[in-house]
């Protein structure tokens, strides 16, 4: 790899894990000194590598010069605190400053027990995944701001305001303890679906940071099954989940970003390995007493992975929906069910229970109702296509309904 | 608090608690004896009716709790009387589960339980407001 794209790559990787461990041992009211050690690290080997040359191996590089910005902070600090506190002790030795421990094990546990202190439930979600992406992905401010469509201020403010958060709240950088780690953990698997989710239904055009948001929440989860405590059934349900929907990402955008619909996509480009690796943490999640949404979710996605549109598939994934409310409403859940229906039971049952819904505020609601209405009333579902265009925000759904417009307009009459 | 103040103050607490959904038990009774000659093939095919029915309910954001299918067997104790064996009330009316519901009024609620499959047995759902302790 050249230096020019040796750096990024490196500064995702090892940023967080030096930020993790630094912060690990400072605590988190020192999380700023933490990242700036972390970036004088890339600073510095900026610098030095283009005058000197690539070293043999750049990442232990990097960590005795980060060990050794972080002992120097910490003889400094010393001093300070001691100028500050007036005491007239003996000065501070070497001895005094504890080893900074970037051995893989180490930096595993670090950001580890960094994603529960991120994942705490004293955090608003929003700002959950922005701090996940700062502090466990490595993402700069500017591409934080572009994920979430939004500017550099505004994210900058919220970030800043999730870490006073953690301060004020004296959240430690810690493993919860056994009885703890189950609530703990589904609140951990919640920021990492949100997460994956911003990546993946994000209308924002940039697809390689949308396709690195997915990439990185399913990092952080695979992370979890490599720690005993955490290595449960619903972390495989979700990773199955992500494999399977992440199996689409290429197939789902043409060249030009847009959207290519389900229906629509080319089932040859989906990454078969990806399906795969889905298969397999289906199958390891298929333990324990409980069946989280993860778990139906996961099974639905897996359904989508068949593309043939045969009666016994769409039972099954109207099954999983049934099974997947009863759990948890969620507008999308009940969306999506009332078109499984239309597949199973044919649209005119499927439009009467679409009308008891009481989502009239959603684009997608107006969308369904256009796909039912379709063939018993073209004019109702051209009407339909019409609200849903009006209530639609982003761009790229306005697209996709303007073009479902057009398809549906009868050609003008000679 | 001026009166004008609370008085307005109550209205709007008023209005919040009616716009306030409340919680329903559904009871399902059918008669065992039809229920039992059931084949394996007849017990899916109603197993995926009850969870069509309810997920349409659950997909209108107005179930609070699947609830439970219960066993027929079971025992009725009256404190230090005889506890007797079941079935309690005729094989017509055996108690077969209960799922609880939310609704703006006791007329939606009865809306909800239309299409349920427990009629198809001859059952019925038997419909009460949740009383909060």
Partial sequence: MEKNQLIPHLFRTEYTKITAVLCKLFGFEHIGVAEDIASDTFLAAHETWGLKGLPENPTAWLYTVAKNKAKNYLRHEAVFRQKVAGELKRGTTETDIPEIDLSAQNIHDSQLQMMFAVCHPAIVAEAQIGLALRILCGFGIEEIATAFLSNKETIAKRLQRAKDKLRSEQIKIEFPGKPEISNRLDNVLTTLYLLFNEGYYSSNHNTTLRKDLCLEAMRLTFLLTENENTNQPVVHALLALMSFQASRFDARMDDAGEMILYNDQDASRWDQALIQQGKDFLARSASGPKISRFHLEACIAYGHTNKADTPEKWNNILQLYNHLLALEYSPMAALNRTYALSKVKGKQVALEEALKLNLGTHHLYHVLLSELYTGSDDAQALASLKTALHLAHSPADKKIIEQKIQALTPPAQP | ?133
């Fill in chain 2, 1 to 133: 608090m001026s009166i004008p103040a609370m008085l307005a103050c109550y209205t709007v607490l008023q209005q919040l608690k009616l716009k306030t959904m409340k919680d329903f038990l559904f009871v399902y009774r059918a008669d065992r004896s039809v229920i039992a000659q059931r084949s394996p093939e007849e017990v899916q095919i109603n197993t995926q009716k009850w969870m069509d029915w309810i997920g349409s309910i659950a997909a209108q954001n107005k179930l609070v709790d699947a609830g439970n299918r219960l066993y027929p067997t079971g025992k009725v104790s009256r404190g230090n009387q005889v506890v007797t064996d079941g079935p309690f009330t005729e094989l017509k009316e055996t108690l077969g589960g209960y799922s609880l519901i939310k609704a703006d009024s006791l007329d939606e609620a009865v809306a909800l339980s239309q299409g349920c499959p427990i009629y198809e047995a001859g059952g019925s759902v038997e419909i009460r407001e949740i009383h909060a302790m």
